[in-house]
Structures are given as structure tokens and as C-alpha cells.
């Protein structure tokens, strides 16, 4: 079992590179390959890479995500956005707030049947959890799509739709949280009184908070672009913007990705080249590999034999939400054949977002919180294995893959 950080990191990166290649082969994403490596080293299986070292090495996700968020701005410009703005709007209210009602019906009245709770009513356990897992259904992880996207150099209508969706879910997401955990907070406790500031307030003002993060670091980095030659200065200049986003958002508590995202939003629509993004993408496999053998890393098996029914469940309907939401707003956007049709498989990642709002909750509800966070990590875990080759398939299907060169 391996415990030195720096050792555990260079087994992840070369052997995450010989799993992407073997997934490759297989025709699938690479990123398949790396979540299965991860896994594979996981403590839960091989237990080569220890769990201190996972844990030791959780700063790279965080740098991971601040790239990625910057990445998805890239492929924002306001040309296609107001182009696809109606699009993105109704696609967006759709599959989010219809998997949140899904999810949330869905538990509500078979969790009592198929994973009854000792002493636990409608009131005080079943709606609440249900409300709560409901909301974090909300949440799409930008991740696996901006790695499977920028793997193929997918191009088009659905692309562009599909990473401005996810990137929107988040925020959403994280409103449709607050408001959650005020009312179950109402309904388990039966006399606390819901505050409106908490449910709706701070959840705005943290989302405000990273767009103006976002629209300061992005300004301050075109005014620095422009005073060097060399592309290698421009690597240290974006990467170190990213890095000074992501820490600044984790310290003042706001949202990392939504941050980023904004300022390579800003980037690409006010810089007058592309050379920011060119030097970024220059280093992505290596952040991508790192990334998700990680994340295959906190594989824990007991988890899936512990809490599989409710995994199952979640996963289900879930999917059921965001694929027909999609279908249903993009029907009622007049969107293009190939966005109403593919859109919904490119929607079901999930990640980093679910798992930081369902520990919220777990450590709120102790009474309904293991549970539930153990339902929502298996399902987690299962839909990141699931979901990248339904991404791939999906902008294949669109047409939008670039041919080989």
C-alpha cells in the first residue's frame, strides 16, 4: 500500500494513462478508463494508493474543477449564446427542475416500501430526504462533459448548449438546496421557523460573490497577457489566475466553478485571442487523468452493498428527470433535431457538487443523514462510470465529434 503522496501521484498519472489509452482502444472515452484505474487502486479494492494519500492528495480536485470551469468559458461566446439563448434557458428549467421533482415524487413513496427507517413518518423523514436528495438532483457535474467534449473537439449547437446547461445547473442546484434544507429543517424539528434569507439570500449573494471574483481575476489577467511575448508566460499566467481564483472562492466560501467559469467566459469574449486557452489546454490531459483516478479513488464498495436499492433508485429516476426535462424544453424552445434528441443523455454526469451538498445535508439530519449520504454516493459513483460513454454517444450522434486528422 502506497502512502507517500508524491509516489501515489506518479502511479496515478501513468497508470491513468495506460487506462485511458485501453479505453481508447475499447472505443470509449478516456475518461472511463481513468475512473476504472482509480477504482481499481482504490483502498476498497487493490488498496494500492492508502486512503491518507487520497486524502493528502484533495487539492488537485480543486485545481482540476477551477480548470475545467475556465475551459467550459471557452466555449460560451455571446455570439452562439444569444443564438442559443432561449435554448439554454428552457433546456435548462426543464431538466433541472423536472429531475428535482422527479427524484423527489419518486422517493417520497417507494424509499417507505423498499428502505423503511426504524420510527421514521412521512413527515419527519421520508419528504425531507426525499425533498433534499431531490434538490441535489438537481446539480449536473461540468467534469466529465468538458473532458469527453474537449477529448472528441466537439463542435456545435449541442455543445455549446450542453456546457452552458451544465454550468447553470449548479447555481440552481445550490438555490433549490437552501430552500430544501430550510423546509425540511421545518418539518423534522416541527417548530422552526424557515428564514427566507437563509433559504434564497446567502445562496444569492455567494453566487454574486463568484461572478464578481470572476470578472476581477479575468480582467486582471488579459491586462497581464498583454505584457508578455512568450507563450510559456502565458501558461503561468492562467494557471496561476485559475489556482488564485480557486483559493480565494474556497475562502471566502463562494462557488469555485462558477467563479472560473466566469472568467473564462470573460477570456473568451473579451481577450482578443485565444492563446490563454491554447497554453491551458496544453497541460488538460494530465489535469484530467489526476482528476478522475482520483475520483475512482473514494470508490468504496461497502457503500454500494450498504445503500445499492436507494443508489438504484436515485439513478433511475433521476435520469428519467433530466432526459425527458431536456426533451420537453427543448421542445418547447424549438430547438434544433439533434439538441431535442441528444441533449438528455449529455446531462447525466454527477459529481463534486452532489457529494459537497449531501455531506450538508447528512451532517444536518443525523436522524435520516447516513442514509442518505451513502445513497448518494453509490449512485454517484455509478453514474460517473455510466455516464461519459453516454456523453460521447451523444455528440456523436449530434454530429458534432471532429473527424481525425
Known amino acids: 500500500m502506497v502512502t507517500n503522496v508524491i509516489l501515489a501521484l506518479g502511479i496515478i498519472v501513468i497508470l491513468g494513462f495506460i487506462g485511458g489509452l485501453a479505453a481508447n482502444k475499447l472505443k470509449l472515452p478516456r475518461v472511463?478508463?481513468?475512473?476504472?484505474?482509480?477504482?481499481?487502486?482504490?483502498?476498497?479494492?487493490?488498496?494500492?494508493?492508502?486512503?491518507?494519500?487520497?486524502?493528502?492528495?484533495?487539492i488537485i480536485t480543486d485545481i482540476a474543477l477551477g480548470i475545467i470551469a475556465f475551459l467550459i468559458g471557452n466555449n460560451l461566446h455571446l455570439k452562439s449564446l444569444r443564438k442559443l439563448g432561449?435554448?439554454?434557458a428552457w433546456i435548462t428549467l426543464f431538466q433541472s427542475i423536472g429531475a428535482g421533482i422527479i427524484v423527489t415524487l419518486f422517493l417520497m413513496f417507494l424509499v417507505p416500501f423498499v428502505v423503511p427507517i426504524a420510527g421514521a413518518t412521512m413527515t419527519n423523514t421520508y419528504f425531507p430526504m426525499a425533498f433534499i436528495?431531490?434538490?441535489?438532483?438537481?446539480?449536473?457535474?461540468?467534469?466529465?462533459?468538458?473532458?469527453?467534449?474537449?477529448?472528441?473537439?466537439?463542435?456545435?449547437?449541442?455543445?455549446?448548449?450542453?456546457?452552458?446547461?451544465?454550468?447553470?445547473?449548479?447555481?440552481?442546484?445550490?438555490?433549490?438546496?437552501?430552500?430544501a434544507l430550510g423546509i425540511a429543517g421545518l418539518l423534522v424539528s416541527g417548530d422552526g421557523v424557515v428564514s427566507l434569507y437563509e433559504m434564497l439570500g446567502i445562496p444569492l449573494i455567494h453566487i454574486v460573490g463568484a461572478i464578481v471574483l470572476g470578472l476581477a481575476l479575468a480582467f486582471a489577467m488579459i491586462y497581464m497577457a498583454k505584457l508578455v511575448k512568450r507563450r510559456g508566460f502565458l501558461?503561468?499566467?492562467?494557471?496561476?489566475?485559475?489556482?488564485?481564483?480557486?483559493?480565494?472562492?474556497?475562502?471566502?466560501?463562494?462557488?469555485?466553478i462558477m467563479a472560473n467559469m466566469v472568467v473564462g467566459f470573460v477570456v473568451a469574449n473579451a481577450a482578443k485571442t485565444n492563446d490563454m486557452f491554447l497554453a491551458i489546454e496544453e497541460?488538460?490531459?494530465?489535469?484530467?487523468?489526476?482528476?478522475?483516478?482520483?475520483?475512482?479513488?473514494?470508490?468504496?464498495?461497502?457503500?454500494?452493498?450498504?445503500?445499492?436499492?436507494?443508489?438504484?433508485?436515485?439513478?433511475?429516476?433521476?435520469?428519467?428527470?433530466?432526459?425527458?426535462?431536456?426533451?420537453?424544453?427543448?421542445?418547447?424552445?424549438?430547438?434544433?433535431?439533434?439538441?431535442?434528441?441528444?441533449?438528455?443523455?449529455?446531462?447525466?454526469?454527477?459529481?463534486?457538487?452532489?457529494?459537497?451538498?449531501?455531506?450538508?445535508?447528512a451532517r444536518a439530519f443525523p436522524s435520516f443523514g447516513v442514509i442518505m449520504l451513502n445513497g448518494v454516493l453509490a449512485s454517484v459513483i455509478i453514474n460517473e462510470l455510466v455516464a461519459p460513454p453516454l456523453v460521447k454517444y451523444a455528440i456523436s450522434k449530434a454530429g458534432e465529434i471532429a473527424p481525425e486528422t
Open 32 to 58: 472511463t478508463g481513468y475512473l476504472v484505474i482509480g477504482i481499481l487502486l482504490s483502498p476498497s479494492l487493490l488498496n494500492v494508493i492508502s486512503g491518507t494519500a487520497v486524502e493528502e492528495l484533495s
Open 283 to 361: 497541460i488538460e490531459d494530465i489535469i484530467f487523468a489526476m482528476f478522475f483516478v482520483l475520483a475512482g479513488l473514494h470508490f468504496d464498495f461497502s457503500v454500494i452493498k450498504e445503500a445499492g436499492i436507494l443508489a438504484l433508485l436515485i439513478l433511475f429516476s433521476r435520469g428519467f428527470g433530466k432526459y425527458f426535462g431536456a426533451r420537453a424544453g427543448a421542445a418547447l424552445a424549438g430547438s434544433p433535431p439533434n439538441v431535442k434528441k441528444c441533449i438528455g443523455l449529455g446531462l447525466l454526469p454527477q459529481a463534486g457538487v452532489a457529494l459537497g451538498l449531501v455531506l450538508l445535508g
Open 133 to 179: 436528495i431531490g434538490a441535489i438532483a438537481c446539480a449536473t457535474a461540468p467534469a466529465a462533459t468538458v473532458a469527453v467534449v474537449n477529448e472528441y473537439k466537439a463542435r456545435g449547437s449541442l455543445t455549446t448548449t450542453l456546457l452552458a446547461v451544465v454550468v447553470l445547473d449548479d447555481a440552481i442546484a445550490v438555490v433549490i438546496f437552501s430552500f
Open 86 to 88: 432561449k435554448d439554454i
Open 235 to 256: 501558461l503561468v499566467i492562467a494557471f496561476g489566475m485559475i489556482m488564485l481564483c480557486v483559493g480565494i472562492a474556497n475562502y471566502l466560501n463562494l462557488s469555485l
